[in-house]
């Protein structure tokens, strides 16, 4: 009698373990956020065309990376959160339709990823936007951005707002990058790479996991300056030195300023002596290199007459030096001269 009661008890004890344990994971799978990403364009919609690219195509694939990502990190990796996405082939869906189906699913975020395309190949860089701030989407936006940055170095154009539908029409907090410009060559280059592509994925998946979890921000990728400024081989000093239109500092007594973690790209370095109109060079800042910007100044010779005396026929500066040196010479003699007839015996 008493093993059947002690029996019944054991069960007892175990269900309840069970209960609390599906009630457990319940709660989990509740309050999992789900995360839906958002492939831009798409079908007869190519988006952005150049350098023999898609935008569509390009963001398919980036977003899909991302969307694996997600599910991996979800799934194996203990993130609390589920991933959804607007499309995974080449289909077109009407931008309320995205927005739409993210609410339907009671989404806490909404990615949407973009390239960029301008008539001018020159526009280049990332920028990510979300509809208003300071909201929680812009610092999902802002996050976003710098990770970007952080991966693929191009120029920043920082975060924005805009009234794009999938960032109005979204009930969630949402955001919309633009990894790069596929107008422009260089930007292009990565974005026609598989290598940089899945580094946009995880660019995106570490913004999203400082996000929810304050992950610390990433290592800045940067590289240097070092100026140099010399007359005639000299070293100059106290030389005010801009980096395009920032001033940032003055040459060391060996002529030298080092400008330390500047982020990539070209800029305009220029030297400033007193005086003179500012010389200026351009200069390509690379990640972990040091760029040199040297300003190799000479100084050119007075002129001379036909005897090689420096002095000029047109009553020149050189004439008016000499007029002032025998006019203090003469000075000099006439105090020694009245000195000695005022000394003593």
């Given at each position: ?76 990796g203990g993130r ?16 309320a339709n995205r ?79 633009e990894l790069g ?165």
């Amino acid at each position: 009698m008493r093993r059947r009661f002690a029996g019944a008890l054991v069960m007892r004890f175990v269900a309840l373990l069970l209960a609390f344990f599906a009630m457990s994971v319940s709660n989990q799978r509740a309050q999992a956020q789900a995360i839906v990403v958002d492939p831009g364009h798409g079908g007869e919609d190519p988006g952005g065309s150049g350098n023999g690219m898609d935008e569509k195509d390009i963001v398919l694939d980036t977003s899909l990376r991302f969307f694996e990502l997600l599910r991996e990190s979800g799934a194996q990796g203990g993130r609390n959160w589920t991933a959804e996405i607007t499309r995974d082939t080449d289909v077109f869906i009407p931008l309320a339709n995205r927005a739409s189906y993210a609410n339907s699913l009671g989404a806490d975020r909404f990615l949407s990823i973009h390239a960029n395309a301008f008539a001018d190949p020159q526009a280049n860089g990332t920028e990510t936007f979300s509809a208003g701030e300071p909201t929680t989407s812009s610092e999902m936006r802002d996050l976003v951005q710098e990770e970007m940055i952080a991966e693929w170095g191009l120029t920043d154009r920082g975060g924005k707002t805009a009234n794009f539908t999938v960032l109005t029409a979204t009930s969630m907090p949402a955001s919309l990058s633009e990894l790069g410009f596929v107008t422009n060559p260089g930007d292009a280059a990565l974005l026609a790479s598989d290598n940089a592509r899945q580094r946009a994925a995880q660019a995106h998946l570490r913004a999203l996991e400082r996000h929810f979890e304050g992950v610390p921000e990433p290592e800045p990728q940067v590289g240097a300056i070092l100026v140099q400024v010399s007359l005639n081989t000299e070293p100059l000093q106290g030389i005010q030195i801009h980096l395009d239109d920032t001033d940032v500092g003055l040459t060391d007594e060996n002529g030298s300023l080092l400008l330390e973690d500047v982020a990539p790209g070209t800029y305009v370095v220029r030297a400033t002596l007193a005086g003179n109109n500012p010389f200026e060079l351009s200069t390509t800042v690379r990640e972990g290199e040091t760029a040199r910007a040297t300003f190799e100044l000479e100084q050119e010779p007075e002129p001379t007459d036909a005897a090689g005396c420096g002095c000029s026929s047109q009553g020149g500066k050189p004439m008016q030096s000499l007029v002032l040196l025998l006019g203090a010479l003469l000075l000099v003699l006439r105090r020694k001269a009245k000195l000695a007839r005022t000394q003593p015996f």
